[in-house]
């Protein structure tokens, strides 16, 4: 907002001064640094050359004629080595205050026309949603509201791995082990429940194997061999073929799997629009790449195979076709990128996936573009690091996977821990003391999750997570109930018109600078897609309240005017600590 007016005043200012076009892309206009007087910093540099003036010349002309021509914003300049520091005046921050302290919307982004989907989750009906899942998750959320928030039109999406060979693996593993048993009669949520199944399997699988090998056999030609593995890959060519049996127990199995993961997903807070299903999709993409065989873009080899020559590009030669035709994941990555074009008209498709899939969403961009399909353009892979525990990675086939379920219900108990050690909820009801819990349990996994860079790996550590005085989500959780507290004790009179009598004290003015920011945070966070930016510009506001509140007395304020003054700037820091935190998927209490 003031960024942007600055730019625009500065380029009005240089043209009238010198009667030549300029732009904002000639200069720099950046944040004045503390430990300098002002509000904001034009850098001179990229000027002086072209007009041949000193920096200093320049500074004066330009702080000259900028406090000349707009004097209701601009107060005060100084130079300092080619760093022109402007004062922005006190009433443009009053006015800010005034018209938004209440103001439900501020921040957010007008409509821009442009439709996003955000493809996030993605997974496998062969076991439950893990630490790793929810990473994935609260990423593609968070993103898809930050994308919302600057003015976009957004889909979610999920593609659900519900077939394969290792899906198989369960459903085979259930038909040798259960003895008929199901989520009902041993009381498990049915993901759960299926994905010990997929756990029985591998270990079944490891003694086959050791056994082969012992008689004799290779690694692998045991690992081909196992009976077990054998009884799988008959199993998933018997539902390709749609044998009833088959698909029978499939769909039993998945509808377990799938109450489980909705059962998740409300806890979490994660939500879709549309559901793709890859045993629906796996087909597609096929009537493409015969399209791209006739263009030559593909070539068949000697036994059939249909593939792409990707060498010049830097990678190399992939394949898209099996040579008895059947698809292969790129193949109906291509085809579900296509029905998304035809279905929503999507301007740009994101990808929230893990870094260990960066060579395949290259390649699929790169065949897309090649075959000249209209949306090759719009795909966008955002990559992010891998989630681990102090202890180390996690492996699904071990059982050594932290489901999502598991590391909820901790976070809770940690938070429980916590909040009990504070003692300042001996008056809330059982009720609303397990909604608390709940609030700051799963704030505080979401931030941790999010206040990373998504390009960076990481190491979810629970009990740090839940620090109250350290870069947490209770922290701002308990800055935003500490306002809300003040605000319960001291009403804001907003007939009061006088607040603009006293001069702003450094701290006062800290906050309003910080709160004009949001919607540039906003803007920068859906620019990265990053929500790191949003959790970063939290913290700090949050910490500076804190400091603000440490050092002026609101209750007991100099005059009613200040007191006016700072009940509506606690009031708009509430405001925007819940809309940030909301953009992250985090509920804020009213009461810690």
Not at 508 to 517: A, I, M, N, T
Request: with cysteine; glycine share 6%; net charge negative.
């Amino acid at each position: 907002m003031i960024g942007a007016i600055v730019k625009e005043k500065v380029v009005s200012a240089l043209e009238g001064l010198f009667n030549m076009a300029f732009t904002e892309k000639d200069f720099q206009v950046n944040q004045t640094k503390p430990e300098f007087e002002g509000d904001y910093t034009v850098v001179l540099f990229s000027l002086v050359k072209s007009l041949k003036l000193s920096p200093d010349e320049l500074g004066n002309k330009l702080g000259s004629e900028l406090i000349k021509r707009s004097p209701e914003l601009f107060t005060g300049f100084n130079i300092i080595k080619g760093f022109l520091n402007l004062t922005i005046a006190e009433s443009f921050w009053l006015d800010l205050l005034k018209e938004n302290y209440q103001k439900e919307e501020y921040g957010k982004h007008a409509p821009n026309g442009v439709k996003v989907m955000v493809e996030y989750s993605s997974p496998n009906t062969n076991k439950p949603l893990h630490l790793g899942h929810l990473r994935n998750n609260f990423l593609g959320w968070s993103i898809a509201e930050i994308l919302k928030a600057s003015g976009n039109e957004v889909i979610k999406s999920c593609i659900v791995n519900d077939r394969g060979i290792h899906i198989c693996k369960s459903m085979l593993a259930w038909k040798l082990f259960s003895n008929g048993a199901t989520p009902e009669s041993t009381n498990q949520k049915g993901d759960h429940f299926v994905g010990d199944y997929y756990v029985k399997f591998n270990d079944a699988y490891k003694l086959e194997v050791d056994a082969l090998v012992a008689a004799g056999q290779s690694k692998a030609d045991a690992e081909k061999n196992a009976p077990i593995m054998q009884a799988t890959q008959e199993m998933l060519k018997k539902w390709e073929e749609g044998d009833p049996e088959t698909i029978q127990l499939w769909k039993m199995m998945n509808s377990w799997v799938y109450a489980g993961f909705d059962e998740t997903y409300k806890k979490i807070g994660s939500d879709f629009n549309r559901t793709y299903y890859e045993s629906e999709t796996y087909l597609l993409g096929k009537d493409t790449v015969q399209d791209g065989l006739e263009k030559g873009v593909f070539f068949r080899k000697d036994d059939g195979s249909v593939w792409i020559d990707l060498t010049a590009d830097g990678l190399d030669e992939k394949l898209v076709l099996r040579k008895d035709g059947t698809s292969v994941y790129i193949t109906q990555d291509i085809g579900l990128a296509q029905d998304k074009y035809k279905e929503y008209g999507i301007d740009k498709s994101i990808y929230v996936i893990g870094d260990e899939q960066n060579y395949h969403m290259k390649v699929l961009k790169l065949i897309c573009q090649k075959i000249g399909l209209p949306y090759a353009d719009s795909i966008y892979h955002l990559s992010y690091g891998m989630v681990e525990l102090p202890t180390g990675k996690m492996k699904s086939r071990e059982g050594t996977v932290v489901d999502a379920d598991d590391i909820v219900a901790e976070m809770n108990a940690i938070a429980a821990k916590h909040t009990a050690e504070l003692g300042k909820v001996q008056d809330f009801a059982p009720e609303a003391l397990n909604e608390l819990y709940d609030t700051i349990g799963l704030g505080a996994l979401k931030f941790f999750l999010l206040r990373v860079d998504p390009k960076k790996k990481m190491v979810f550590n629970p009990e740090e997570s839940v620090d109250f005085h350290g870069f947490t989500g209770p922290f701002i959780q308990y800055t935003h109930a500490r306002i809300k507290s003040i605000l319960r004790k001291e009403k804001i009179d907003p007939a009061f018109e006088g607040i603009d009598s006293d001069k702003l004290f450094p701290l006062e003015k800290s906050l309003l600078v910080s709160l004009e920011q949001y919607e540039d945070i906003i803007a920068q966070a859906a620019s990265e897609l990053n929500p790191s930016v949003i959790a970063i510009y939290a913290f700090n506001l949050a910490k500076t309240f804190n400091s603000f509140y440490a050092e002026h007395s609101v209750m007991q304020a100099e005059t009613e005017s200040k007191k006016q003054l700072r009940l509506r700037i606690a009031a708009m820091t509430a405001l925007v600590l819940s809309s940030s935190m909301k953009l992250l998927g985090i509920r804020v209490p009213e009461r810690m």
